[in-house]
């Protein structure tokens, strides 16, 4: 797939680039880490620039900051905080830091905002009778609308699970994809899924990725198309639902839905994760993972924070007490009105 030869080009990209970066010219003590850490920081991640404009990130303001917080008796506990600490700067949840003891993360993307889920509800809504196509679950509700829910783009979904499940669900007035709480996984699974909502290829972003050291060195923006499946299309309304969980190849996922047609986006924000990610390691064994080649909607617009639906729907607490749910309930309206 086209996609996939981009990943695997800007991937290759940036390791003959990570070439001219010796870790080993540091050493393995708290501040020879430290600064390896910093200057993978510095020459490889993809969104110093853009997050100094949108939340004032001083990444050379950082380095100080937490050498500061250094000593030579320190423990690797401390040491890995201090680390940890240093890279939730950049509030981004695609960077991670992994020991043999831990795994340093930002959550706050996600943990900051309300969930917008009650599982026991979308379940009572899935009923005991649905249909399991490798990773998507789906049925016909009592309104012949058609609920489709894909918990995470790591479950593996072919072409053929995906033709069955919509020509079985052909004769329903429309269909409500619920993608809330999945989290990412493949793009391939994120584009093989919205390929059969279009019946024309179209563009639906640009990537980029690092060429150079500095923190504005970047290729030419390409352009990235979803391209119609061969199997079934769905012809009517569509619902996509979103939450703040909706993050890396969701947040691709829905980018890509909106430029397709009769779909409409409701629930939160999406959570974002635009950065495609990258691995290095430190003089202690350390690695990290980073953003690495950024992402762009189809108006070249950034979505590392994610991406606004088109219309705002929260779970409100008078629907769960009554066994409701508040978005689904408003993608049934939508669908009925189209």
Same mark, same amino acid.
């Given at each position: *797939?086209?996609? +996939? ?21 540091? &050493? ?13 920081? &510095? ?11 949108? +939340? ?23 040491? !890995? ?12 949840? /695609? ?25 026991? +509800? ?30 995470? !783009? ?9 033709? &069955? ?30 390929? /059969? ?11 980029? /990725?690092?060429?150079?050291?500095? /923190?504005? &060195? ?16 769905? #012809? ?16 691709? !996922? ?7 047609? #009769? ?31 950024? *992402? ?41 009105? #189209?």
């Amino acid at each position: *797939m086209r996609r +996939i030869e981009l990943v695997i080009f800007s991937l290759l990209s940036i390791i003959l680039f990570s070439s001219c970066i010796r870790e080993e010219e540091f &050493d393995d003590t708290p501040e020879g880490n430290l600064e390896a850490l910093w200057q993978i920081i &510095d020459q490889r991640y993809c969104f110093l620039d853009y997050k100094a404009e949108t +939340i004032g990130l001083d990444w050379n303001a950082a380095l100080v900051k937490y050498r500061q917080r250094l000593n030579p008796k320190m423990t690797r506990l401390q040491l !890995f905080q201090v680390l940890c600490d240093m890279l939730a700067e950049l509030q981004d949840g /695609h960077v991670n830091l992994f020991s043999s003891a831990d795994m340093g993360r930002f959550w706050n993307w996600k943990e900051s905002y309300p969930l917008n889920l009650n599982d026991m +509800i979308r379940d009572a809504y899935l009923g005991r009778d649905y249909k399991i196509g490798a990773g998507v679950k789906y049925r016909i509700l009592e309104d012949n609308i058609g609920y489709v829910v894909y918990e995470s !783009f790591t479950n593996a979904t072919g072409e053929g699970n995906l033709s &069955d499940m919509l020509y079985y669900l052909r004769l329903c007035d429309g269909l409500i994809l619920d993608v809330r709480g999945n989290s990412g996984g493949a793009l391939t699974y994120s584009s093989r899924l919205a390929s /059969h909502f279009t019946n024309e290829r179209i563009l639906v972003g640009y990537t980029c /990725h690092k060429t150079g050291p500095g /923190h504005n &060195d970047f290729s030419t923006p390409e352009a990235e198309y979803l391209e119609p499946s061969n199997g079934v299309r769905w #012809q009517k309304p569509v619902v996509v639902l979103t939450n703040r969980e909706c993050f890396s190849a969701t947040n691709t !996922f829905v980018r890509d839905m909106r430029q397709c047609p #009769q779909v409409t986006v409701i629930g939160d924000r999406t959570g974002g994760g635009s950065g495609l990610p990258f691995s290095s390691e430190l003089p202690c064994g350390w690695s990290v993972r980073f953003s690495a080649c950024p *992402m762009f909607d189809a108006q070249m617009n950034q979505i590392e924070f994610g991406i606004s639906p088109d219309l705002y729907c929260p779970l409100t607490e008078y629907d769960v007490q009554r066994g409701n749910d508040t978005l689904i309930e408003t993608a049934r309206k939508i669908i009925k009105q #189209q």
